[in-house]
């Protein structure tokens, strides 16, 4: 029984929200995380390399950050603590992923870009483990652990698929294999042992979730989605306004091409990929969703599902013309490669979404230039003699209670 307006359902009782990054269980609550992948990409001697020990530092930061979560919320009611206490699932995922890959120089939807994602995730499930792990040392497993898969040495996220099932590794560039070669070395059976041995803080470490508010926040491109779009409409509560990704504002401004009009040019199509005047290695690195085959969006979904506890969120852009026949072949691949979920979404099939493409400069009264965000205020109301502020998501001002 759904609840119109609210993208929520009636389960057993329940109001509940569709959540495709957490197959939780009965009263379970999501504790979630996101690293800004896009921050680990360093340049040595003018050479993109990936920043693996700096990756590893946050990871461990993160787990134990997330637990301390757990430990200090303030639940709902009694059973949701119950359950989250018993088993101190946390999920810690990645956002920034079409950044990461632009600036290191690869198309998203290619091998060495499953390659790279294959290790990235591997590095950050290992080190998510051994993070947890020493928790266990410090305060103890969590209090299932005595019933759970960790006991046999088993570990909850076993690759259900060869990753020989998703991408040929023969077809990995040389570059891409030099990026890897950086990374400290990886040893699963450490793991197994130690688990055994001191057991573990969390019974799951990792998701990956959509992350499409806070990756605004983070000026990054969400979760582990290619980028919409180059140039977009976004709709939010106050309006409309364009937004251009960061990334190839930087690169038309470097070749000095960068105008107003090329940018309501992009806009308008959607794409770059039929537009004369974008250098051809900017077209190769930047594809957006439309521009992807939908099963090299599953391709992705997949090879970060191999290293993840839960499940991975993940949305198949399908353009306007997309056939029912195109959504069942994305459903059996995603089934076929092990994912835990799959989400598809075919362009303009709602009357409204969040963002949009090919929208022409005339809908839009002012330029861009021109536009400005409405300052919202926020609301007060009392609470048990208290005065509080709630800002509403797009409120733009500052912290309503210290004006900062």
């Known amino acids: 029984l759904s609840v119109p307006g609210y993208g929520c359902y009636i389960s057993e009782g329940i109001l509940s929200h569709n959540c495709g990054e957490v197959p939780a269980l009965s009263w379970e609550s999501c504790n979630l995380g996101s690293i800004n992948l896009e921050k680990f990409v360093k340049h040595v001697n003018g050479k993109p390399k990936i920043d693996w020990e700096g990756l590893r530092e946050v990871v461990e930061l993160a787990v134990r950050f997330l637990d301390n979560v757990i430990t200090v919320n303030k639940f709902p009611c009694n059973e949701i603590r119950d359950a989250t206490l018993k088993t101190r699932k946390i999920g810690l995922g990645i956002m920034g992923w079409a950044h990461f890959l632009i600036k290191l120089r690869i198309p998203y939807d290619s091998d060495d870009a499953y390659f790279i994602a294959d290790k990235v995730m591997e590095w950050i499930a290992y080190c998510g483990k051994l993070a947890s792990i020493e928790l ?155 521009d992807i085959d939908p099963i090299s969006h599953v391709k992705t979904q997949a090879v970060f599902q191999r290293w993840v506890d839960n499940a991975v969120s993940k949305t198949v852009n399908l353009r306007h013309e997309a056939t029912i026949d195109d959504i069942r072949k994305v459903y059996l691949e995603a089934w076929k490669l092990k994912c835990k979920g799959i989400t598809v979404y075919r362009d303009k099939s709602k009357k409204e979404q969040v963002i949009y493409v090919g929208v022409k400069e005339e809908l839009f009264k002012v330029k861009p230039r021109e536009w400005k965000l409405a300052k919202l205020m926020p609301i007060r109301f009392r609470l048990k003699k208290k005065e509080y502020h709630a800002a509403p998501e797009d409120y733009a001002g500052g912290c309503p209670t210290c004006n900062v």
Do not use: C, M
């Open 136 to 290: 266990a040392k410090e305060r103890g497993p969590f209090p299932a652990f005595k019933d759970s898969i960790f006991v046999g040495g088993r570990l909850n996220f076993e690759p259900q698929i060869e990753s020989s099932k998703i991408y040929s590794e023969e077809s990995v560039s040389e570059y891409a294999k030099e990026l890897v070669k950086d990374r400290p070395k990886i040893d699963w059976n450490r793991v197994r042992k130690a688990v055994r041995e001191f057991g573990i803080r969390n019974a799951t470490v990792t998701t990956i979730a959509p992350t499409g508010s806070i990756s605004i926040i983070a000026n990054t491109s969400a979760g582990i989605e290619p980028l919409f779009a180059i140039a977009y409409i976004r709709q939010i509560s106050i309006g409309r306004f364009l937004e251009v990704n960061k990334l190839f504002i930087e690169e038309l401004n470097k070749l000095g091409i960068l105008d107003e009009e090329r940018i309501w040019e992009i806009a308008e199509k959607g794409s770059i990929q039929e537009i004369p005047w974008v250098p051809q290695e900017l077209k190769r690195i930047y594809r957006t969703a439309h």
